[in-house]
C-alpha cells in the first residue's frame, strides 16, 4: 500500500474508533436516560404515548360534500357521451390518525439512530480484530460475541422500524371495509381497538429500544479491555 494512502486508511480507523467509543460511553448512557424520561412521561395524560389518545380515532366516512373531508375536489371529466361526472375518488373517505402517525414517527427515529449507533460500533470492533490464526482466540471470541449481539439488536431495530408500514396496511383494510359497510359496527370498533393497540406498541417499542441501549452499552463496557486488544491478557474470562 502506498505511503500516502497507508496514513488516510489509519486517520480513518483512527476516526472510527474514537467515533465508536464516544457511542459507547456517551451516547448509549445519554440515550437510556432520554428514554427512560420518556417512558416515565407516557404515564401523563398529556403524553401522546398515553392511552386516551385512543380516542382520537376517526371513524366517520366522509362524502365529498362534507367539510370535514381535506380531499380537493376533482375537476369534473366529460365522457364520451356528453355527462360531466365526478372522478371517482368521491366515493368516500376515512381520516388517517395523526396522533398514531406522529407516535410512528417517533418509534422510527430512535430505531434509525439506534441502527445508525450500531453500525459504527460494528464497523470498529471489525476493524480491531486481529488476523486470523492458531491460539490465544479467546479475544477474538469475544469480539464475535459482541458483533453478535450488535447485529441482533440492529435486526430489532429494523423490524421494530418497519411496524409502521404493517400498522397503516392493516388499517387500510379496516378502513376499506368501513367505506363498504358504514352501517356495521364492528368495523368502527375494529378500527378504534386496532389504534388502541398502536398506542400500547408505541410505548412497548420505546421500551425496547431503551433494553437494547442498555444490554448493548453494559456488554461493550464491561469487555471493552478485549475489544480494543483482543490479544492481550487472555487469562481473564468474558464478562
Not at 450500531?118 to 482466540?137: C, F, Q, R, S, Y
Not at 421494530?160 to 408500514?165: E, G, K, S, W, Y
Amino acid at each position: 500500500m502506498e505511503t500516502e494512502l497507508a496514513k488516510k486508511i489509519e486517520a480513518f480507523r483512527v476516526e472510527v474508533s474514537q467515533k465508536a467509543e464516544h457511542i459507547v460511553f456517551s451516547v448509549f448512557p445519554s440515550k437510556i436516560i432520554e428514554l427512560q424520561e420518556l417512558i416515565t412521561s407516557t404515564a401523563s395524560a398529556n403524553s401522546p404515548f398515553h392511552p386516551s389518545n385512543i380516542s382520537t380515532t376517526d371513524t366517520s366516512v366522509y362524502s365529498p360534500s362534507q367539510p370535514n373531508s381535506d380531499e380537493p375536489a376533482t375537476r369534473k371529466r366529460r365522457l364520451e357521451n356528453g355527462v360531466d361526472e365526478q372522478g371517482v375518488r368521491f366515493t368516500g373517505k376515512v381520516a388517517s390518525n395523526k396522533s398514531i402517525s406522529a407516535l410512528h414517527d417517533t418509534v422510527k427515529r430512535e430505531c434509525e439512530q439506534l441502527a445508525a449507533n450500531v453500525d459504527a460500533v460494528k464497523v470498529w470492533i471489525t476493524l480491531t480484530m486481529p488476523k486470523i490464526e492458531d491460539g490465544d482466540n479467546f479475544g477474538v471470541q469475544v469480539q464475535e460475541e459482541c458483533l453478535s449481539e450488535l447485529h441482533r439488536a440492529q435486526e430489532s431495530a429494523y423490524n421494530i422500524r418497519d411496524v409502521a408500514r404493517q400498522d397503516y396496511i392493516t388499517r387500510a383494510k379496516l378502513c376499506s371495509k368501513l367505506l363498504k359497510y358504514p352501517n356495521v359496527e364492528d368495523y368502527i370498533i375494529a378500527l378504534k381497538e386496532h389504534d388502541g393497540k398502536q398506542v400500547f406498541y408505541a410505548r412497548q417499542h420505546i421500551i425496547d429500544v431503551r433494553n437494547l441501549y442498555a444490554s448493548l452499552m453494559d456488554l461493550l463496557q464491561k469487555n471493552i479491555s478485549k475489544i480494543r486488544s483482543p490479544k492481550a491478557n487472555n487469562s481473564g474470562g468474558m464478562y
